[in-house]
């Protein structure tokens, strides 16, 4: 069972346009929801991160939306680049019990000049 | 500081042949995990550790050893490689929240 859904599988979009990926969960317990970008051939990396006491958090380009009632969360990249095309996870977890992280499907972001 | 490193990056196997992936934190974490992933599927668990000597199993052990002697290391063993195991694996460390991961090894058996 999945523990994050995560939705477009896919999502192409124009240079200076904005990228909207959503994830959703179930476990009410899970307080830690990080976004991760990976390029081909490399790690996944930690781009931003949200707690569930906010509802937005902003870095840049870059914003989470949280809503805590919904058990959604997303990521918005604004004015999108070329560069951002990545693969990117959302992630879920549960305070520090072990330090298990559920990830969600993946999205293959393509931004076109 | 090199981060996480993974040896090796690429590996071909025989169906039922052994190995051990490796991975190795300068960091001082705690946490260390594996995760494989595949097309579709995400990153899923496969087995984790909180600390030296600790290890527990995530969503999918079969397959798979793994040990914690060390905080810095922690090996993933393949017991006898099928090729449902094809697959990118990736080690990751955390001290708190959030995880800083390898480079992956990239895993094919025949």
């Known amino acids: 069972q999945q523990q994050v859904k995560q939705s477009p599988q896919s999502l192409i979009v124009q240079k200076g346009g904005i990228s909207i990926i959503n994830c959703a969960y179930e476990n009410t317990a899970f307080d830690y929801f990080p976004w991760y970008q990976q390029f081909p051939g490399k790690g996944p990396a930690l781009l931003i991160a949200?707690?569930?006491?906010?509802s937005e958090k902003k870095e840049g380009r870059f914003t989470i939306s949280f809503n805590k009632s919904a058990k959604q969360f997303s990521l918005h990249i604004m004015d999108s680049q070329p560069g951002d095309s990545a693969t990117y996870f959302c992630?879920?977890?549960?305070?520090?019990?072990?330090?298990?992280?559920?990830f969600g499907t993946g999205t293959s972001l393509t931004v076109i000049p | 500081n090199a981060g996480v490193t993974q040896t090796p990056k690429f590996q071909v196997l025989k169906t039922g042949q052994s190995m051990t992936l490796q991975c190795a934190q300068d960091?001082?974490?705690?946490?260390m995990s594996w995760y494989r992933q595949d097309p579709g599927m995400g990153l899923r668990l496969i087995h984790y550790?909180?600390?030296?000597?600790?290890?527990d199993q995530g969503e999918v052990p079969n397959g798979y050893n793994v040990s914690r002697s060390t905080t810095e290391d922690f090996p993933l063993r393949l017991l006898s490689a099928a090729p449902s195991q094809t697959s990118v694996y990736f080690c990751?460390?955390?001290?708190?929240?959030?995880?800083?991961f390898g480079s992956g090894t990239r895993l094919t058996v025949v």
């Open positions: 960091m001082n974490h705690e946490y």
């Open positions: 992630a879920a977890s549960e305070g520090d019990t072990g330090n298990q992280f559920y």
């Open positions: 550790s909180v600390g030296a000597g600790i290890t």
């Open positions: 949200i707690r569930p006491d906010v």
């Open positions: 990751a460390s955390s001290r708190g929240y959030g995880y800083t």
